[in-house]
């Protein structure tokens, strides 16, 4: 008996828990975001979250449900994990199409193509979900490349039959992204996730995404999935989405957005519905650290909001301009000690080791982040990211390697620092922190910036 013909998606989150154990631990929206796209388009969708698994068990689960297309979003650290099961699954699956998306494969199409069947680049919202839907409905298995109007299918990157086919990624309008569904959070393992984050941070915290994009140009940023463009949806729409969240037993929100606070109208509406919900729920967001006022942070801290992560980087001004960060170190100052004043938790990121900073910058930084009165703070070196300018000044796209592990002190390009000097003096700062904060403190010696 012939075993039944692929059908179906499956979509992966190539992260495993037990390889490298981040501090903070969500459920993949951008899986959640596809899903609920490809369920309203009638696509029966499969979630394969690593995060708690075994590789083998994965690879068992994605083979015995036969799936069609397999899609894998890629982080810079998931490349190895991805390529792994890429090549146990083709063994397993011969007829299955496989799909690479997110943000590497983003910013390095070229190491996924020819091994990957095709790669979604930049913002995958309708285009992915609207290939899987053509794709299957045409039931020609892998030939439908060769007949697809390639044009139809935004950020689409493929080499098919030795020619390679690109198209140029979009990033939608609000108006467009206003009518997605909701995110399907319901292929996750919320009990695992919240018995994982209230072991961490003492709270049963998920992450949501309310805007999109960032104007900002900073040096060592890259921006490969949503961009320059700032979009912000429906407030109403953000509101069911909380209360989605809460139906599922989580009691704390992480704010993932790049540029929440950015405007600042925006932020006090939000802020403003929340007081008038009386939602019980708190919650963290990233921040710049310009634009703030005494006024909007009392209100952030009225609303529930318990901790901030603002992208300080540097204790010299020097330094934040070779990074363009279009800030200093003063607006920084002030940022922390707007929030330490009214009660709301401050963390700080810092990079130290970047290229064109001396010593005595470093040590500025080191300085700094001891003499503020944060709650938490983080470090790391600076990873050029293909697409950006600093990748453009001091890295080579033939030779660049990701990072496999989260927090690391790894130099990948030439640089005048020592790598044993950095982390050695890096954990002697978070030591000096964490004799200041009376033993408390992360543990982590670094983090995204």
């Keep these: 008996m012939n075993p039944p013909s692929p059908s179906g998606v499956a979509l992966v989150y ?41 590789f083998d068990d994965v690879v068992d ?61 930049g913002e995958s919202d309708v285009t992915f979900p609207d290939f899987c839907r053509d794709y299957l409905s045409a039931g020609r298995g892998p030939a439908f490349l060769n007949t697809m109007k390639s044009e139809d299918y935004p950020g689409l990157y493929a080499e098919i039959d030795g020619r390679l086919v690109a198209t140029p990624p979009v990033h939608y309008p609000a108006e467009v992204l206003d009518r997605l569904p909701l995110p399907d959070r319901t292929g996750f393992d919320h009990h695992r996730y919240q018995e994982a984050m209230e072991e961490i941070a003492g709270l049963k915290q998920t992450s949501i995404i309310v805007t999109r994009g960032c104007p900002f140009s900073c040096d060592f940023c890259s921006k490969p999935v949503w961009g320059d463009l700032f979009r912000k949806p429906p407030l109403e729409k953000v509101f069911r989405e909380i209360d989605a969240i809460l139906s599922l037993g989580y009691t704390s929100l992480w704010i993932a957005d790049d540029c929440f606070t950015l405007d600042t109208d925006y932020l006090a509406e939000f802020c403003h519905g929340m007081i008038r919900r009386g939602t019980p729920i708190g919650w963290t967001c990233l921040s710049r650290v310009e634009r703030l006022t ?37 607006q920084g100052t002030r940022a922390v000690e707007l929030f330490s004043r009214a009660s709301v938790g401050t963390a700080g990121f810092f990079m130290v080791g970047y290229p064109g900073e001396t010593i005595e910058d470093i040590e500025s930084t080191f300085d700094l982040a001891l003499s503020l009165p944060l709650d938490e703070i983080s470090f790391t070196v600076p990873l050029p990211l293909p697409g950006t300018p600093l990748f453009n000044r001091v890295a080579d796209l033939g030779s660049w390697e990701d990072w496999e592990i989260s927090n690391q002190v790894k130099l990948v390009f030439p640089s005048a620092f020592d790598e044993d000097w950095l982390g050695r003096r890096i954990a002697e700062t978070m030591a000096a922190f964490r004799t200041k904060k009376g033993g408390a403190g992360p543990e982590e010696t670094s983090g995204p910036c």
Excluded at 72 to 89: E, G, K, Q
Excluded at 312 to 318: A, Q, T, V
């Design 61 to 121: 689960r994605i083979a015995g449900a036969r799936p069609a297309i397999v899609g894998l979003y890629v982080m810079v650290t998931m490349s190895r994990n991805a390529f792994d099961l890429l090549a146990a699954l083709r063994k397993l699956l011969p007829a299955t199409l496989f799909v690479a998306g997110g943000p590497l494969p983003t910013i390095h199409p070229r190491m996924f193509a020819g091994r990957f069947d095709v790669i979604f680049r």
């Design 14 to 54: 190539p992260y495993f828990r037990s390889k490298d154990p981040v501090e903070k631990l969500f459920p993949p929206l951008g899986i959640a975001y596809l899903a609920s796209q490809l369920g309203e388009r009638g696509v029966p969708v499969r979630v394969a979250d690593c995060t708690f698994q075994t």
């Design 294 to 330: 005494p006024g909007l942070v009392d209100l952030m801290k009225r609303a529930g909001c318990l901790r901030v992560y603002l992208g300080l980087e540097s204790g010299s001004n020097d330094t934040l301009r070779l990074m363009n960060k279009r800030v200093t170190v003063e």
